[in-house]
């Protein structure tokens, strides 16, 4: 095989400002000849290359995607945990206000009863009927000089 080069001018062409012509080489292996843009020097397995950086790519999309999900887990699981705080707080609240309530009404029934103990009627009605109590007779009357 023989190799050899020729430099070829460039043809101008009438729309062109005045250029210098550019060289180029034409290589000649056996009975092919070709013109060096570079096209030999490019590699042909670069589709390998391509798939490396594609898997690459979708690992570090595959990580971004998971560690997306679990952060969006762990905010909806530390939402979750403080609504049920909240309701719990809430349930709390309910059960205290109903013992308020609860203690609220014994409070006014002990004031009506109170109320009814300071009548005089009651508390006489109380000591004739509850403790067989009754009024003294003229016999048992003491009278107390208390001028001196």
Request: charged share 25%; hydrophobic share 40%.
């Amino acid at each position: 095989m023989q190799t050899a080069q020729k430099t070829a001018p460039r043809k101008t062409y009438v729309g062109q400002r005045n250029n210098p012509p550019k060289k180029r080489i034409v290589k000649m292996e056996g009975n092919v000849a070709y013109i060096n843009s570079g096209f030999a020097k490019k590699k042909v397995a670069q589709p390998a290359k391509v798939a490396k950086k594609e898997v690459k790519r979708v690992r570090a999309g595959l990580f971004t995607t998971i560690f997306v999900i679990m952060v969006a887990f762990g905010a909806m699981a530390l939402l979750v945990s403080r609504y049920a705080a909240i309701c719990q707080v809430g349930a709390a609240n309910n059960e205290i206000e109903q013992n308020i309530e609860e203690i609220e009404s014994k409070i006014e029934a002990l004031q009506i009863d109170i109320e009814l103990r300071d009548d005089l009627e009651y508390v006489q009605d109380t000591a004739r009927d509850a403790l067989g109590m009754t009024y003294p007779n003229q016999d048992q009357v003491i009278y107390i000089d208390a001028s001196g």
